[in-house]
């Protein structure tokens, strides 16, 4: 039996990918690379290049691999002001992708998805710790193109019998702690990696969207996860649809909140450089705090997570990053 990973050369999935081989599982990957890295998707995965919002393509992958236990989807757009600034390239990609992918495996009957949703789907909280069962309005494209795809999913599982498990990130970061696989996206958008490149002497300094929010120091909160952690949930989501459980959707963080401001001076501590930092102005679509409830993935996943020390994740970003100054090298950058 083969798990397909949709997106498997990017950031989480290609830890996920990983992972799965790593356990003994066979695992087939299809990403169009256009963010993902070749060099990132472990050797023993057969790689398939093309793009999920072309069945055609999504047919001949699935007519190839034939005994499909599962599908787990990450190919997705991810940047929230890129969002805001272009919303129809999110519903198209994300949401568009979600629907042609979901024909494609019913026509194939493949009938297990896990599939990345996010916090964004939650906007602003109405109260901290975030549960499940909170209200979903998302103040930005990218949560709303993920929103639809929760909402598709549940309607393909009463029409076609497709069980999904939405997982549902807050902030991810880390890197496999070897340091051979890790974080690359060009540009870079993310809090922790900005943070490493300007340690690294990249970058000038870190600007600090937005200090006025009602937050224990003015600056957002967030959760941060390892990467290995969230691929493990997802593993273990895919053997909770194998045992016949129904399709359901899951927080996974860590529960506990880090300002930006934190988070700096974390990795500061981490890197044990100075790393000069300065107030800017908010940032579009942020909302104030994101800190999940994390408690059902751990009751009904059994969702363990190996890392609870913020600075221990940085700690394994920072290795990536110091053992791949460029990342993966294959963008023709100098
Ligand atoms: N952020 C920041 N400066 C940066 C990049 C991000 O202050 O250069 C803030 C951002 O406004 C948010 C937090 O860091 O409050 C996390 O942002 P990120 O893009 O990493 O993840 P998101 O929460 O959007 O998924």
Redesign the pocket.
Known sequence: MTVVVLGGAGYIGSHTVDRLVEKGYDVAVIDNLITGHRAAVNPKARFYQGDIRDRGFLDRVFGTETNVEGVIHFAAF????ESMENPLKYFDNNTGGMITLLEAMKDHDIKRIIFSS???TYGEPKQIPIKETDPQIPTNPYGESKLCMEKIIKWADKAYGIKFVALRYF?VAGAKDDGSIGEDHHPE????P??LQVAAGERDG?????TDYPTKDG??V?DYVHVMDLADAHILALEYLKDGHDSDAFNLGSSTGFS?KE?LEAVRKATGQPIPAED?P??AG?PST?IAASDKARKILGWKPQYDDVEEIIRTAWNWKQSHPKGYNDRGEA
Not at 78 to 81: D, K, L, N, R, Y
Request: hydrophobic share 50%; charged share 15%; no cysteine.
């Open positions: 991810s940047i929230v002001p996010t916090a964004a902030n958008t993310h809090l922790v900005i943070i870190l600007k600090i969207f937005g600056t957002n967030r930006n988070i800017a908010r940032r942020d994101l």
